[in-house]
């Protein structure tokens, strides 16, 4: 992916941002009267859930273009961006077809931008550009994909762009031209805030979503934003709501976007959103689809460290979903289904000095899951497990497998070696989940370990 500096800055910024926000404000600035215990309650079922997709829907899969940056980075014009409006028909758009296909793949939730940066929304607005007014599609996109979700017993998540570089009292417009300066003229920045909050409210009236899904931040400051009060807006509609990151320091878990994390981040919840090519929204000349095995093993990567994966799906303008990515879904959902006592309702697995690998906790500690990439050509090894291993098997299979601890003197502290043989016939196509029911919570052997002076 050819990764535009400017952007990359952007995001070097938030980054940068972010952190001092978290430094400054513990996470639950917006909501003092939180308690923890009643935090991790409303975060329960998006710590569960584990696996999530993202659909970005809108105009720029009429022409197959990046979504809003087309124009704005100046590879085309804003007039031949918007003659997509045109040509948006959604003439095929199948909701319930979505959302059977999202429960197929084994994700608990989906995130569909409900407007992205270009300003065009999904839904039937008072103002500003929508689907409705503006193209052929003619109607509400968000209400139906909304009630298919619920109906498949999945959480809704509605993205929502704070940016609007179409509406006309909003500053910013292209990235060499901006319409005016919000500091400059606080009446006509007030003007944009009442014009999106007013959005947002009609968002969170009709649809009541589980999850939203902010983005764009980054071009102005909370207080100009009015994201405490954003924040608590949605509260009072729905208690249980969740926030992501990007309300600029108002947010519940953090986003990091592409990169797989290389070690575990520090935050509590957070969730990997990741294109399954290098695209958000359609584009017809991006063939670089990670494929399902690479996929599965982020997921298995991602949630041993404590996340959630947020896999993105690009439609066409038609609603239709491009056959890669729904045979990328049906594979991944054969795996998630097979092991999902691995996935779901699981913590973060052991460090990686402990196992070579990913692995996930069941919520009670007793059970520690080892993901197996590929195909290991002697026993898969645990290092420092203090527990005594109670039965060991195949997830999805089970196969009892043959456990051996080697390496351990009667007089050392050190727990052995323990090796578990997996027979090949036991081995998943992708990746394959070992179960080892503990005699207790893991324990992990943390002492240093010191020379031997004497014995
Ligand atoms: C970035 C991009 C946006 C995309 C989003 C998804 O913020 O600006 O186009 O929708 O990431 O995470």
């Not at 710590?47 to 720029?60: L, P, Q, R, S, T």
């Not at 298919?148 to 031209?177: C, H, M, N, Q």
């Not at 009609?202 to 994201?227: I, K, T």
């Amino acid at each position: 992916m050819q990764l535009k500096l400017h952007r990359l800055g952007l995001l070097l910024a938030c980054a940068c941002a972010s952190l001092a926000t978290h430094a400054a404000t513990p996470a639950v600035a917006a909501a003092p009267a939180e308690t923890a215990p009643a935090e991790a309650q409303r975060m329960q079922w998006f710590a569960d859930a584990k696996f999530g997709i993202f659909i970005h829907y809108g105009i720029y899969a009429v022409d197959g273009i990046d979504e809003s940056w087309s124009f704005f980075d100046g590879y085309v014009s804003y007039d031949h961006y918007m003659r997509q409006l045109k040509g948006f028909t959604a003439a095929d758009y199948h909701p319930q077809a979505w959302a059977d296909l999202i429960r197929e793949s084994g994700a608990r939730y989906a995130v569909l931008t409900a407007k992205h940066h270009d300003g065009v929304a999904l839904w039937d607005t008072a103002q500003g550009l929508n689907v409705v007014k503006d193209t052929l599609a003619k109607r509400d996109l968000v209400g139906p994909f909304v009630q298919a979700l619920r109906k498949d017993g999945l959480k809704v998540g509605l993205y929502f762009s704070l940016i609007d570089w179409s509406y006309k009292d909003y500053p910013g417009f292209t990235k060499a031209e901006s319409r005016y300066d919000a500091k400059a003229d606080p009446a006509r920045w007030n003007r944009f805030v009442q014009y999106y909050q007013g959005q947002l409210r009609d968002l969170s009236q009709r649809y009541n979503p589980d999850l939203y899904w902010f983005d764009g931040d980054w071009e102005h400051s909370a207080a100009e934003w009015h994201a405490k009060q954003d924040r608590e807006m949605l509260l009072a509609r729905n208690p249980g709501a969740i926030i992501n990151s990007r309300l600029a320091g108002y947010g519940d878990y953090a986003t990091p976007e592409q990169g797989v994390p290389i070690t575990r981040p520090p935050q509590k919840y957070w969730e990997l959103c990741l294109t399954m090519n290098n695209s958000w929204g359609w584009q017809p000349n991006d063939h670089h689809f990670k494929s399902a095995n690479q996929l599965i093993r982020i997921l298995a990567d991602t949630i041993g460290m404590g996340g959630n994966l947020l896999l993105d799906i690009g439609p066409r303008a038609d609603g239709t979903i491009p056959a890669p990515e729904v045979d990328t879904l049906k594979q991944i959902g054969r795996w998630t289904h097979k092991h999902a006592e691995a996935i779901y309702g699981t913590q973060a697995g052991i460090p990686k000095d402990y196992y070579a690998g990913s692995s996930t906790l069941s919520k009670d500690g007793r059970t520690l899951y080892l993901f197996v990439d590929g195909r290991p050509n002697g026993p898969v090894l645990v290092k420092g497990l203090m527990n005594r291993v109670l039965h060991a098997r195949v997830v999805g299979n089970g196969t009892t497998l043959d456990t051996q601890v080697v390496g351990k003197p009667y007089w050392s502290k050190v727990p052995g070696l323990l090796y578990v043989t997996v027979p090949p016939a036991a081995l998943d196509p992708e990746v394959t989940v070992l179960a080892l029911t503990l005699d207790g919570p893991v324990r992990l052997f943390h002492d240093e370990v010191k020379p031997i002076e004497s014995n």
